[in-house]
């Protein structure tokens, strides 16, 4: 729509009567007349998102003009409150998007008798202040999303018959709550009554709650399957505030400051089946904490202070996770556990704790599920002879990081678990030598940062199903020979060895065939151009810029590699990388990736020399400060292009868009766009990220898609990145409130501009309705 227009056409629209579905996106309209579209009786469709509208007027929308419309779009306007009597008496609708405007406040009854309403979105808003009732008679909604406003109470009183037939969840995660108190929909006084709640998932992470009242739960305690806390502030659980659940399944505390639970704390939410205690402050834990919880399944406590833990403390079959990592463990819980529990346990983790020693045989016998075990960085010494016989289920063994640990020979440390090892980890445990490995099923061996200088001959014989080996960070000087006679051999990973010469007979025999291979970080001085010429199953490869190696070129390098897929680029001194990209990349390769804190500048080239139409980008761990415009002006074969440039130096980067919508031929349009961890100069020079997330949701996210949920669920998680990006220059706000309220620049240059106009919208639908009617 032109910019001088700023009313909807309501004249226009008048002869429409039958028209179903209307679209008014990405206008700028300002104003919308209460009577607007009170012609439109049949209207079942309505998109007004990214326009300019600040006010919807009391009867807009009325129940018995509007009993068809289903879906209403009102996102990124600029909406600052929400009156009573809004949005009243629709009762076909079914999905409000409210998102991304302004608003502040929501008055009582703003949203009330809407039979049908299964989705409200609010997320993205200012809200500060929201009236009791102000959601009334509801009764099909399953989510209502407050998310990422400025609330710092929260009154279930808001919430009038909501949600009574549905399984409702509430999202009030990232906003400013503090403390939780009594709520009022809870009478005072001696006579005490309830007013009780239907939400059945609540969310109330990454807020900075540090404080629960005893009966702030109390309307929604018999209702609740899942409540989420992480990320906030508590130092304690008590039976008051988590005790008296009896539906809840699903407890997640982790990220809070938790020191201190009562041995009460659980004791009539009984069904309780997960539970996440992760990065607290927790010392002990009671030992009766569990006693009434027979369905407790999967329970994380890893990131804590914990030095034992109480015998039998778990006691009831069921139990199938335990995460105890990162904490002060001495030994293994394995009494913690009671026979019941222990002989269920599918997946135990201890990695990053003291323990120096590993109990008898015969105390391991109780874990007859157990598949998976992590021991890495711990103190271990010794793996005595047939230590896992007992655990003849066991896929997964992670030793690594026990620096002074000694295996017994000819492979009796790992005795029972010939046919059932499916994955080793030895990395880091000061081995001069691969040990004897005599288990015929292992498919997985890691034994990086040893001190290895080659494979023996025999361990092809041994490991007959090897697909994957982790040789990094070693002594080795030539490619090892032996891995030519491992036919199951899909990865290797040779990164930091010390290996000088890559040659056309360094990947012969069996490697022909790898998918992956890792060369990276090695003092190359000689790197044969055909080397990598016969893996024609090669997938992905991860390498260095070698600077000593004369005429060093990948292109050149992988241009026999036709199903070559995914190139990883480390850079580990400051190279110039023109001439190390000139040329043509082998046609499949769609994912580039580029680390290390040695490039400092993305050459222009790097681009130029793809040949798919479709590219995911990652920028990881780099000193890049900017990302030139001409980077993207040299993908000609590009067509849709995802880029991931978390957490690097990045200060601003050009328009990569070419394109005006996705699919314009012999052009380039971004697809997804990843911003976190960066120190970003929100101005005039990455305005254009504003428009460029319009036009996404213009044309990727369309009401009529039938895969319209899963689409725009992934938009939706794409801008909650951008949310969580921060602008260096406006005192680390978020990255997307200040492109919506401040930086106003536009497209930019280089790119064309919006060409859409309110009557060609209005055409094509009277052109639809003509053709309907014929």
């Known amino acids: 729509m032109a910019s001088?227009?700023?009313?909807?056409?309501?004249?226009?629209?008048?002869?429409?009567v039958t028209l179903q579905h209307l679209d008014f996106s990405n206008n700028k309209i300002r104003s919308m007349p209460e009577t607007s579209f009170h012609f439109l009786k049949r209207l079942k469709v309505l998109e007004l998102q990214d326009n300019q509208i600040d006010l919807v007027h009391k009867g807009t929308f009325q129940g018995g003009i509007h009993g068809s419309l289903e879906e209403l779009y009102l996102s990124y306007n600029n909406l600052q409150v929400i009156n009573t009597h809004t949005f009243v008496d629709l009762s076909s609708l079914t999905w409000l998007q409210l998102d991304d405007n302004k608003i502040s406040r929501i008055e009582k009854r703003a949203f009330m008798n809407m039979d049908r309403l299964k989705r409200l979105d609010?997320?993205?808003?200012?809200?500060?202040?929201?009236?009791?009732?102000?959601f009334q008679n509801l009764p099909e909604l399953e989510l209502l999303d407050i998310a990422y406003n400025q609330l710092q109470d929260l009154d279930f009183a808001m919430l009038d018959q909501v949600g009574t037939l549905s399984s409702f969840k509430l999202n009030v995660s990232h906003n400013s709550l503090q403390k939780l108190e009594q709520n009022s929909t809870i009478g005072r006084g001696s006579e005490v009554s309830v007013l009780h709640s239907n939400i059945k998932v609540l969310d109330l992470s990454n807020n900075n709650v540090s404080r629960i009242g005893r009966t702030f739960f109390r309307p929604v305690e018999r209702s609740l399957t899942h409540l989420h806390m992480s990320h906030n502030w508590l130092s304690n659980a008590t039976r008051e505030v988590f005790g008296n659940?009896?539906?809840?399944?699903?407890?997640?505390?982790?990220?809070?400051?938790?020191?201190?639970?009562?041995?009460?704390?659980?004791r009539n939410t009984r069904n309780l089946q997960v539970l996440l205690l992760a990065h607290n402050w927790l010392s002990d834990i009671p030992a009766e904490l569990f006693r009434f919880n027979t369905d407790l399944r999967f329970l994380d406590m890893s990131h804590n202070r914990l030095r034992a833990l109480p015998d039998n403390f778990l006691s009831d079959d069921g139990m199938e996770h335990l995460d105890v990592s990162h904490n002060l463990l001495s030994r293994p819980p394995v009494t913690s556990l009671g026979p019941a529990a222990a002989a269920t346990l599918c997946e135990l983790d201890l990695s990053y704790n003291s323990i120096a020693a590993l109990q008898s045989i015969d105390l391991l016998s109780r874990f007859k599920s157990l598949t998976w075990l992590d021991l890495s960085h711990n103190r271990l010494v010794r793996i005595e002879d047939s230590t896992f016989s007992s655990l003849n289920h066991l896929s997964f063994l992670d030793l690594s990081h026990n620096k002074e640990l000694v295996l017994e020979t000819r492979g009796r440390s790992f005795k029972g678990l010939e046919d059932?090892?499916?994955h080793l980890r030895l990395n880091n445990d000061s081995l001069n030598e691969i040990p004897d490995l005599p288990l015929r099923s292992l498919r997985t061996l890691q034994v990086s940062h040893n001190q290895i200088d080659d494979i023996p001959n025999e361990m092809p014989t041994n490991l007959t199903s090897l697909r994957n080996l982790d040789v990094s960070y070693n002594h080795l000087q030539a490619v090892p020979p032996a891995a030519r006679s491992m036919s199951q051999l899909k990865s290797l990973q040779l990164e930091a060895n010390q290996i000088t010469t890559i040659s056309s007979v360094s990947f012969q025999g069996a490697m022909e065939q790898l998918e992956e291979l890792d060369i990276r970080h090695m003092p190359l001085n000689y790197f044969e151009p055909s080397a990598l010429s016969k893996m024609t199953s090669l997938r992905t490869l991860k390498i260095s810029s070698y600077r000593e190696v004369k005429e060093f070129n990948i292109p050149e390098i992988v241009k026999m590699n036709y199903g070559l897929r995914d190139l990883h680029l480390e850079v580990f001194e400051n190279t110039p990388l023109e001439e190390e990209l000139s040329g043509q990349l082998p046609t499949k390769v769609r994912n580039i990736t580029v680390s290390g804190r040695g490039i400092s500048n993305i050459p222009d080239n790097l681009f130029k020399g793809v040949r798919s139409p479709r590219l995911h980008f990652a920028l990881r761990n780099t000193s890049v400060e900017k990302i030139p415009q001409t980077l993207f002006q040299q993908g000609e074969w590009i067509r849709n292009l995802s880029l991931d440039l978390r957490n690097n130096s990045l200060l601003t980067m050009g328009n990569p868009n070419t394109a005006e919508f996705p699919g314009s031929p012999k052009s380039m349009f971004l697809t997804e766009l990843q911003l976190q961890g960066n120190k970003w100069t929100c101005d005039c020079q990455i305005g254009w990220v504003e428009v460029w997330l319009r036009k996404k949701r213009q044309y990727m996210c369309p009401a009529e898609s039938r895969t319209r949920e899963s689409i725009c669920h992934e938009i939706s998680a794409e801008q909650d990145d951008l949310r969580e990006a921060k602008c260096d220059n406006r005192n680390n706000a978020?990255?997307?409130?200040?492109?919506?309220?401040?930086?106003?620049?536009g497209w930019g240059s280089g790119a064309p501009t919006l060409a859409s106009s309110w009557f060609l919208v209005v055409i094509v639908f009277v052109a639809t309705f003509l053709r309907s009617d014929l």
């Open 245 to 266: 659940m009896p539906h809840l399944q699903w407890l997640d505390l982790s990220y809070n400051q938790l020191a201190e639970m009562d041995f009460d704390t659980f």
């Open 4 to 16: 001088s227009v700023s009313n909807i056409p309501a004249e226009a629209l008048r002869t429409l």
């Open 734 to 745: 978020s990255f997307l409130e200040i492109l919506k309220s401040e930086v106003e620049c």
């Open 420 to 422: 059932s090892l499916l």
């Open 122 to 134: 609010l997320r993205g808003n200012k809200i500060h202040s929201i009236s009791d009732e102000a």
